[in-house]
């Protein structure tokens, strides 16, 4: 199973909005509404952010939002704030009954 | 409040196997699936299995088939992923992430705090 694509890097100022994609296959993001994003800190555990597709856990800003299209999910983070500087990894279960992680974005806020 | 704690950091050879343990406290252990993901240094999150701790019943990612074994232990609500043949590209941290998807597992919404192996000569 191959890793979904997201972008290396992104950057945003302050209070702007970015978003991060996540390609996968109609195997995986495209086939089921098991998509979830996770940000990590350096040194840290992953954190659950978004889970199918678009749902915010308890706790989660709601500036945080999923969405998807096909076979790409998003990320975006709307109104950015420096302690959202972070590692971000979408996730997605996939028709071998598995799961599947993207490369990671590393988000930069200026 | 629900917590996932892992086992010490562990310093194995190469050929050698790692068993590296996830006690589960504040929920009831076998109403949720357990994953295992790593991370190589510098690297992305990369998916290893899950567990069922109800029936025990477990997945792997094929990359990992034949080499990783997954158990649990019911009696002290604690999940075990064992690898062997250990070999340097396996030097990573190891995290234990509860699944709380209702009919079928989906994702993980708290993870343990990670527990580091090192493969070294």
């Known amino acids: 199973q191959s890793a979904l694509t997201q972008p290396a890097s992104v950057s945003g100022s302050p209070g702007q909005s970015i978003t991060i994609s996540c390609t996968g296959t109609?195997?995986?993001?495209?086939?089921?509404?098991?998509v979830s994003w996770y940000q990590q800190h350096p040194g840290k555990a992953p954190k659950l952010m978004i889970y199918?597709?678009?749902n915010r856990p308890s706790g989660v800003s709601n500036r945080f939002s999923g969405s998807k299209s096909g076979n790409t999910a998003s990320l975006t983070i709307s109104g950015l704030q420096a302690e959202d500087e972070a590692d971000y990894y979408c996730s997605s279960y996939t028709s071998s009954s598995s799961w599947v992680f993207g490369g990671g974005t590393k988000l930069t806020v200026l | 409040q629900v917590q996932l704690v892992q086992s010490g950091a562990e310093v194995k050879k190469p050929g050698a196997s790692v068993k590296v343990s996830c006690k589960a406290s504040g929920y009831t252990f076998t109403s949720y699936y357990m994953h295992w993901v790593r991370q190589a240094p510098g690297q992305g999150l990369e998916w290893m299995g899950i567990i069922n701790p109800s029936g025990g019943s477990t997945s792997y990612a094929q990359k990992f088939q034949g080499r990783v074994t997954m158990t649990r232990d019911t009696s002290t609500s604690t999940v075990y992923m064992e690898l062997s043949s250990l070999r340097s590209e396996d030097t990573a941290v190891y995290y234990c992430?509860?699944?709380?998807?209702?009919?079928?597992?989906?994702?993980?919404?708290?993870w343990g705090k990670g527990t580091t192996v090192t493969v070294s000569s």
């Open positions: 109609s195997s995986d993001v495209g086939g089921y509404n098991y």
């Open positions: 199918d597709v678009s």
């Open positions: 992430a509860r699944d709380p998807g209702n009919m079928v597992p989906s994702y993980m919404d708290v």
